[in-house]
């Protein structure tokens, strides 16, 4: 919104380069601002990560458990197996199978 700060930390980016952006006004104009390199790359790559999490909710590994430790392992588990998904299917070039057949 452009109202509020927001706080990045990053060991990638310098914080001082910066692009430039177009945004839109209420009335539908568009204006060109100035952006920081750090949180253009991360609105370009923000999509990415809601569709592992998508793929991850899909068959996601529930296992109530009384020990902590349980839940955060099958969560890595099931981050585990997405990524796994998400490599093959960019390696092959093609879609051959949906990510149940591949966990399966």
């Not at 390199?37 to 068959?59: E, F, H, I």
């Not at 092959?92 to 966990?103: E, N």
Request: aromatic residues 12%; contains cysteine.
């Amino acid at each position: 919104m452009d109202r509020k700060a927001v706080m990045f930390a990053s060991n990638f980016h310098k914080p001082d380069l910066a692009e430039t952006v177009d945004r839109k006004k209420k009335d539908g104009e568009k204006v060109t601002i100035a952006c920081p390199l750090m949180v253009k790359d991360y609105n370009s790559s923000m999509g990415y990560v809601d569709k592992a999490d998508q793929l991850k909710s899909t068959y996601e590994i529930s296992r109530k458990s009384k020990r902590w430790w349980h839940r955060i392992i099958w969560h890595f588990v099931d981050v585990a197996v997405v990524n796994s998904f998400i490599i093959f299917t960019e390696r092959s070039g093609v879609k051959i199978m949906d990510l149940k057949t591949f966990r399966l």
